[in-house]
């Protein structure tokens, strides 16, 4: 009995302990918060009109603060990388470094926007709209910190969705899963001894779940094949998949969904390849959503372009089957199968071995050279209207690519310069309409394995 009320004292000593040390901890955390405030507040100029709060008011902004970042998985099934530890550090870089500037100059972080200033810009409403003690002068000379702030986190919540979409397209493995967030911001009650948070805090909480890809089997040239849905992560309840309008195609009726084979998914990895897959998968959604372009070459073929901000990337060779279009393959713009790369066949006389010795139907080699690395190749690619591809360094494409690790480039500039230096043809082409003619160039289109 005496070993057990020792053993049940010491518990009692340890306990009364713990509940000190939190008590004190929470006592920092409560004093280094209106710290930060108070520096803000000084910083916007507004610090003197303080004296209009209460200790209430200002313990009641300390609870109801945003007091973290949290992320839960949504589904018992994990993706395949580890999606909250990129998400994490992906937030945070883009809180601390996102800045805003006040109308007196003064430059504040998104971080410090969302969880230090955020509950007090809800308590300024708070007291306005309520017509508690002082409100007109709350009113007349903090409602413009208010409205700032509230730009402020407008934005702040569209950015963060837009770099979870980005986190979509880096994760997601095309033929097999995506990943979905969902951002809340939550209430959370927590008034445990044993948390340090001991008080009623808003969180900023991330759902994210596995999302498998859709797929379908369709008949290919008698066979019943795989193929997977043309989509990408998302936030959102669903992923972000793409649809064609019929008309497009000369069709009346509902839109058409687009699906790929295995084969165009290696072939765009192989093509793109400075790009993740996934992103890449991301901008040609993108791309061919906003301003679908859509080339009947015959025989039910069609070519769908992909265009993204510096230029024409590509295109993708399908056809309509099963109610669905169909994508084969994935051709770059040099590619001969497709109109410009026909033209600069045409204008420079390089064939298909040609431009896969120089590493010139991939897109990491125009990352790596300009104009003055290889003026020759310059001269072909300005004639068949594809000058942009050497203009690609430190294009949106590059800071992409940047995310690719390890990554080397397919092909050289010093390569290119030696092949074409004495290369000496006959200029019989004059630069005109060069129509794209499926009868001869039929290549990835007609399942040549391009």
């Known amino acids: 009995m005496a070993k057990d009320r020792k053993a049940k004292a010491k518990k009692a000593r340890q306990k009364e302990q713990r509940a000190a040390e939190l008590r004190k901890a929470h006592e920092k955390l409560e004093l280094d918060y209106y710290r930060n405030l108070f ?25 109801a603060r945003t007091s973290g970042l ?33 109308t007196n100059g003064a430059v504040i972080t998104g971080h410090e926007v969302l969880f230090n200033l955020e509950s007090f810009r809800f308590l300024i409403g708070f007291k306005v709209k309520s017509q508690m003690s002082h409100y007109e002068e709350i009113e007349k000379n903090l409602w413009g910190v208010k409205e700032f702030l509230d730009a402020c986190l407008m934005d702040l919540q569209e950015g963060i969705k837009d770099w979870l979409r980005v986190l979509c397209c880096v994760v997601a493995v095309p033929y097999k899963e995506n990943v979905l967030f ?13 948390s340090l948070d001991q008080s009623y805090t808003c969180k900023l909480k991330i759902f994210y779940e596995v999302a498998p890809v859709e797929q379908k089997m369709v008949v290919v040239d008698g066979l019943s094949r795989p193929c997977y849905r043309f989509q990408i992560g998302d936030v959102g309840s669903k992923a972000c998949s793409l649809t064609i ?40 959604i993108k791309s061919i959503s906003a301003n679908p372009k859509v080339h009947d070459v015959g025989g039910g073929r069609y070519l769908l372009e992909v265009n993204l901000l510096e230029g024409k990337i590509g295109y993708f060779a399908a056809y309509l089957v ?14 001969s199968s497709t109109p410009e790369g026909a033209r600069l066949d045409k204008i420079s006389g390089l064939s298909k071995v040609d431009k896969e010795y120089l590493k010139i139907d991939k897109l990491s080699t125009f990352l790596t050279i300009n104009a ?45 310069s030696s092949y074409l230096k004495d290369w000496d043809l006959d200029m019989r082409c004059e630069m005109g309409d060069l129509r794209y003619d499926s009868t001869q160039r039929r290549g990835d289109t007609e399942g040549t394995g391009n």
């Open 372 to 416: 003055a690395d290889a003026p020759k190749l310059k001269g072909f690619l300005d004639s068949a209207g594809l000058g942009y591809l050497l203009k690609l360094q430190g294009s949106s494409l590059a800071f992409w690519a940047a995310m690719t690790p390890n990554k080397s480039p397919a092909g050289s500039a010093s390569v290119i």
């Open 182 to 194: 969902r951002v809340e911001h939550e209430i959370a009650s927590d008034k445990a001894m044993d």
């Open 39 to 63: 520096a803000l507040l000084d910083k916007l100029g507004v610090k003197e009109h303080l004296r209009l709060f209460d200790r209430i008011d200002m313990f009641c902004s300390f609870r």
């Open 322 to 335: 099963d109610g669905i279009l169909l994508v084969k393959t994935f051709l770059f713009v040099t590619n």
């Open 245 to 284: 309008q019929r008309e497009h195609f000369g069709f009346k009726g509902t839109p058409v969904d687009v699906y790929l084979q295995s084969h165009a998914i290696e072939r765009l990895a192989e093509r793109l390849d400075s790009l993740l897959v996934g992103v890449a998968f991301g901008l040609c």
């Open 70 to 102: 949290l992320f839960e998985q949504v589904g018992p099934q994990k993706p395949v990388i580890e999606v909250e530890q990129f998400a994490k550090r992906l937030i945070k870089a883009y809180l601390s470094r996102k800045t805003y500037t006040y």
